[in-house]
């Protein structure tokens, strides 16, 4: 069996709102409640898993996503249609603007809690 990536668990403070918010930028389907998360499944079959942390603080982590190009396009406009701030840079120095790195297309956004969200067309290293 080869090794991949199964799901990971996403802390932040309502995970209805973070998850949802993740769902409509993305067009992924409604997040699922298991157990004491909410379930976010990617089309490759990797979840994030949100679940509430409101006793502890949490660093703020990055997630990216390969995306087609068309997708691109369609995650930019929600972006772009909600006002949302994005960069293309994951150190917030270029605002407004898209990368072109390895080739493709990239650009980054924060989610509710701080979390930097990326889109990519092409992986890392071409």
């Not at 992924?28 to 409101?54: H, K, M, Q, W």
């Not at 997630?63 to 994005?86: N, S, T």
Request: with cysteine; proline share 7%; aromatic share 12%.
């Amino acid at each position: 069996m080869s090794v991949q990536l199964n799901h990971t668990i996403v802390h932040v403070r309502d995970k209805q709102a973070s998850a949802r918010f993740v769902c409509e930028l993305l067009g992924l389907a409604d997040p699922v409640p298991y157990g004491p998360f909410l379930e976010v499944r990617c089309d490759n079959g990797v979840s994030l898993d949100f679940a509430d942390t409101i006793d502890r603080e949490f660093k703020p982590q990055h997630y990216a996503f390969l995306v087609g190009e068309d997708d691109f396009d369609a995650i930019k406009a929600r972006i772009e249609e909600r006002g949302i701030p994005y960069w293309a840079d994951p150190f917030h120095n270029e605002p407004q603007r898209i990368n072109t790195d390895d080739g493709g297309r990239g650009l980054y956004w924060d989610d509710p809690d701080g979390h930097v969200l990326e889109i990519i067309t092409v992986p890392y290293g071409g």
